[in-house]
């Protein structure tokens, strides 16, 4: 298989398997509707003593237009997922994306089951890099733009949208380095303070399984956690894996297609696919680590020229000495190994069985995951991704409080430290990695179709890569 249908492939199935999560169908989606308009009345009816500024929030009983930038496989998803929310009517009306073909791609794969909530006609439908800005301009106020393009755009769409009042549910990670990370903070506090409602799609944290094992965790079920472990080993994934530049589109398009292999467009293979691990265990332990130390390195590239390491070894530290050990792999033959774990001074967990976060949950009298020791296992099964969106756009219609950034740029800066700890070789503190100076892509927000990309290859098309050790102060 080329590299380009791989990705089209990968996309294709994020798209089919997020969209179908917790969705019962047009008909499931519509009867849910007509019972949640009832509610969403009487919210209204109790909102008149609320300001002038937040009526529009808590008024909003009407249909929520949304916008989709960035047309890919969780694009895609997260559309559906908007369309398919208990307090509809939730209505797709612009869509944006700097490649055609998956802007098509998706408006086609929505088209078939949400036809009857999707109003998305030619003049809607942008191209370019300044694609977001047509598409955001087609909202009012209170309506919500869907940001789901690789992360280097995350702050520059995020920058549109605040400015134009609109609500925003924006896919992980952030950010892929420190100057990003500070300008996420500030807007996540300007998003605040004009009231606008943030999701970010770490949906770990709105699995009702992993809710139920982190209570019962604060409760003391399994004694203090004195180490966490997290698990994400694989063959290679999404376009982490990347051969030189074919010469068929410019070089800038074709990174962005291929964004899992450069660390400008994503923080490479570690930050996007680690993430999620990394988020949940530290929800877990109700920390951030202060440091990491890491291992990785690059065994079997063959003629593939990205930047990512195929395997990746981290030990993070909490601020009470304990640890978080988390491993990754992208390597054909190796055990495949996909979960988290956590461990305490009274037994331990399961947090996700599989994947990024799937139940069951559960808790044994013991160090080992015994049957025979369990105590307790989660029963539910809904959608961590249709939780996330039917709390975002309740939390709209009730105007009540809704802004994830600061935790999704805090999962983002400890992943980084990961990654910077393994591509330098060198202990990194938090500090360390908040106030390094390695901006990946300083220009993101004036790209143009033309412009090259932020990463350029030598005259043999070879990319720079981490060199641990070797550079110690930047990642390439
Ligand atoms: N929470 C999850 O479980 C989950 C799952 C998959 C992906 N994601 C995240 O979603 C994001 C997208 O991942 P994906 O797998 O959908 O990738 P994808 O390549 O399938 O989709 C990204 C889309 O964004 C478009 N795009 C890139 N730059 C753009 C720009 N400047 N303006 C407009 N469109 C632009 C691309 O052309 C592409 O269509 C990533 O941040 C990824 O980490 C999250």
Same mark, same amino acid.
């Given at each position: 298989m080329s590299s380009k249908s791989r990705i089209l492939v990968t996309s294709r199935r994020g798209f089919l398997k997020t969209a179908a999560a917790g969705t019962g169908g047009i008909a499931g989606i519509l009867a849910g509707r007509t019972v949640i308009n009832a509610q969403s009345k009487t919210a209204a009816a109790t909102a008149t003593a609320l300001t002038a500024a937040n009526a529009a929030h808590a008024e909003h009983t009407d249909t929520i237009q949304v916008a989709l930038v960035g047309c890919g496989g969780r694009g895609g998803g997260a559309a559906g997922n908007a369309m398919s929310v208990k307090n509809g009517p939730v209505k797709l009306v612009a869509m944006a994306d700097v490649l055609e073909d998956r802007l098509k791609a998706t408006f086609e794969g929505l088209s078939g089951e949400y036809a009857a909530t999707m109003d998305v006609p030619p003049e809607r439908k942008f191209i370019g890099f300044d694609a977001y800005k047509h598409a955001m301009d087609a909202l009012k106020p209170g309506d919500v733009v869907i940001l789901t393009t690789p992360l280097a755009f995350r702050w520059v769409h995020f920058t549109y949208a605040i400015e134009k009042g609109l609500n925003v549910f924006m896919e992980k990670p952030l950010i892929a380095d420190g100057p990003s990370a500070k300008k996420m903070y500030a807007l996540g506090e300007q998003a605040a303070a004009k009231n606008l409602k943030v999701g970010v799609g770490l949906m770990s944290r709105h699995s009702k399984a992993l809710i139920e094992l982190h209570d019962r965790i604060q409760n003391g079920e399994i004694g203090e956690l004195i180490l966490m472990r997290g698990y994400r080993m694989a063959g290679p994934l999404g376009s982490a894996f990347s051969e030189k530049w074919p010469g068929t589109e410019t070089e800038l398009l074709w990174q962005i297609r291929r964004f899992h292999s450069f660390i400008w467009a994503s923080g490479g293979c570690f930050s996007d696919f680690y993430i999620h691990h990394i988020d949940h265990c530290c929800w877990m332990k109700n920390a951030w680590p202060v440091k990491a130390q890491a291992l990785g390195g690059r065994h079997y590239r063959g003629g593939n020229v990205d930047q990512?390491? $195929?395997?990746? #070894?981290?030990?993070?530290?909490?601020? &009470? %000495?304990?640890?978080?050990?988390?491993? @990754?792999?992208?390597?054909?033959?190796?055990?495949?190994?996909?979960?988290?774990?956590?461990?305490?001074?009274?037994?331990?967990?399961?947090?996700?069985?599989?994947?990024?976060?799937?139940?069951?949950?559960?808790?044994?009298?013991?160090?080992?995951?015994?049957?025979?020791?369990?105590?307790?296992?989660?029963? $539910?099964?809904? #959608?961590?991704?249709?939780?996330?969106? &039917? %709390?975002?756009?309740?939390?709209?219609? @009730?105007?009540?409080?809704?802004?994830e950034v600061k935790r999704g740029v805090d999962a983002s800066v400890a992943t980084s430290m990961g990654r910077m700890a393994a591509h330098t070789a060198q202990e990194i503190t938090w500090d360390d990695m908040l106030n390094s100076d390695q901006e990946f892509s300083p220009n993101t927000d004036k790209f143009t179709m033309d412009s090259p990309p932020p990463l350029l290859a030598d005259a043999n098309g070879i990319y720079p890569v981490p060199m641990p050790g070797l550079k110690q102060k930047h990642e390439y």
């Amino acid at each position: 298989m080329s590299s380009k249908s791989r990705i089209l492939v990968t996309s294709r199935r994020g798209f089919l398997k997020t969209a179908a999560a917790g969705t019962g169908g047009i008909a499931g989606i519509l009867a849910g509707r007509t019972v949640i308009n009832a509610q969403s009345k009487t919210a209204a009816a109790t909102a008149t003593a609320l300001t002038a500024a937040n009526a529009a929030h808590a008024e909003h009983t009407d249909t929520i237009q949304v916008a989709l930038v960035g047309c890919g496989g969780r694009g895609g998803g997260a559309a559906g997922n908007a369309m398919s929310v208990k307090n509809g009517p939730v209505k797709l009306v612009a869509m944006a994306d700097v490649l055609e073909d998956r802007l098509k791609a998706t408006f086609e794969g929505l088209s078939g089951e949400y036809a009857a909530t999707m109003d998305v006609p030619p003049e809607r439908k942008f191209i370019g890099f300044d694609a977001y800005k047509h598409a955001m301009d087609a909202l009012k106020p209170g309506d919500v733009v869907i940001l789901t393009t690789p992360l280097a755009f995350r702050w520059v769409h995020f920058t549109y949208a605040i400015e134009k009042g609109l609500n925003v549910f924006m896919e992980k990670p952030l950010i892929a380095d420190g100057p990003s990370a500070k300008k996420m903070y500030a807007l996540g506090e300007q998003a605040a303070a004009k009231n606008l409602k943030v999701g970010v799609g770490l949906m770990s944290r709105h699995s009702k399984a992993l809710i139920e094992l982190h209570d019962r965790i604060q409760n003391g079920e399994i004694g203090e956690l004195i180490l966490m472990r997290g698990y994400r080993m694989a063959g290679p994934l999404g376009s982490a894996f990347s051969e030189k530049w074919p010469g068929t589109e410019t070089e800038l398009l074709w990174q962005i297609r291929r964004f899992h292999s450069f660390i400008w467009a994503s923080g490479g293979c570690f930050s996007d696919f680690y993430i999620h691990h990394i988020d949940h265990c530290c929800w877990m332990k109700n920390a951030w680590p202060v440091k990491a130390q890491a291992l990785g390195g690059r065994h079997y590239r063959g003629g593939n020229v990205d930047q990512n390491f $195929d395997s990746y #070894s981290v030990e993070y530290t909490f601020p &009470d %000495g304990t640890k978080l050990l988390l491993d @990754g792999r992208c390597m054909v033959g190796a055990a495949p190994m996909y979960h988290s774990y956590a461990h305490g001074t009274k037994g331990s967990a399961i947090i996700a069985k599989r994947n990024d976060c799937d139940p069951p949950s559960s808790i044994y009298s013991g160090q080992s995951p015994d049957r025979a020791k369990m105590l307790w296992q989660s029963t $539910d099964t809904s #959608s961590p991704y249709q939780n996330e969106w &039917d %709390g975002l756009i309740a939390a709209i219609r @009730g105007d009540k409080p809704w802004n994830e950034v600061k935790r999704g740029v805090d999962a983002s800066v400890a992943t980084s430290m990961g990654r910077m700890a393994a591509h330098t070789a060198q202990e990194i503190t938090w500090d360390d990695m908040l106030n390094s100076d390695q901006e990946f892509s300083p220009n993101t927000d004036k790209f143009t179709m033309d412009s090259p990309p932020p990463l350029l290859a030598d005259a043999n098309g070879i990319y720079p890569v981490p060199m641990p050790g070797l550079k110690q102060k930047h990642e390439y």
